[in-house]
């Protein structure tokens, strides 16, 4: 069995337990799946690179659910990219979402779900990218891997140093109202990796669509850890 398939096994093993990541149930009625692919029609005429007008386009999709947060995009492509310069390639645009996302309100507190430590961190501050940034580092059974959160608040970043020991259920950030999280709608953007490419503080999020084969094997199913039934 390979690293990724072996940490895959240890990840969704029934016994497996984790902290939640917030302080909203996941699994609560008022969390729903929020799509951000060419399916949704909505978005064609979406107003993307005002961050105020792209908000309340994400509110109107939670309202016409009954929802308070919205979940999804694990290996989703999407469309809302061309707000940025950032995910342009000379040959290839990016457009596959490497994580999952959480949309919901700034400000709520966020929690690692397992205990590790604090690989890097940076503020990734351009328009569109994550903002401020942490990398936690994990181990199970001599496994080691990572849990990536971005557009977090800049206060998220005070005190931080690098190998600082993180238990689960720590409160490790906030979520990052814009423009300081990166200027987009409040969510966090949180992705699990087995291999960081010797990147510190920052790691890919989106990859062009000929790249998906690679990133598969190195970014796992953030749900292993989330565990919510909306994303299964």
């Not at 990219?81 to 994580?99: D, M, N, P, V």
């Not at 977090?152 to 720590?170: C, E, I, M, W």
């Not at 949180?190 to 890919?204: A, E, H, R, W």
């Amino acid at each position: 069995m390979d690293t990724a398939s072996k940490l895959i096994s240890l990840l969704s093993a029934p016994l497996a337990k984790f902290a939640p990541i917030l302080d909203h149930d996941l699994n609560a009625p008022d969390v729903v799946k929020l799509d951000f692919t060419a399916q949704n029609a909505a978005l064609q005429f979406a107003e993307l690179k005002d961050t105020a007008a792209f908000e309340q386009f994400v509110l109107e999709m939670l309202r016409q659910q009954n929802a308070a947060v919205g979940v999804g995009g694990y290996f989703e492509p999407r469309v809302i990219y061309r707000r940025s310069e950032h995910f342009e390639g000379t040959a290839e645009a990016r457009s596959i979402h490497l994580g999952v996302d959480i949309w919901a309100p700034a400000h709520l507190p966020i929690y690692a779900p397992l205990a590790g430590f604090v690989h890097s961190f940076q503020d990734n501050d351009n328009f569109g990218d994550y903002g401020p940034t942490i990398i936690l580092a994990h181990e199970l059974e001599g496994i080691t891997f990572y849990t990536l959160y971005g557009h977090l608040s800049r206060t998220s970043l005070n005190g931080l140093s690098v190998g600082k020991p993180v238990a689960a259920g720590d409160q490790i950030a906030t979520m990052g109202p814009y423009p300081e999280n990166g200027d987009w709608p409040p969510h966090l953007h949180f992705q699990v990796i087995t291999d960081l490419l010797g990147k510190s503080g920052d790691f890919p999020g989106v990859c062009a669509p000929s790249e998906e084969a690679f990133y598969r094997q190195i970014c796992l199913d953030p749900n292993l850890v989330l565990r919510s039934k909306c994303l299964q």
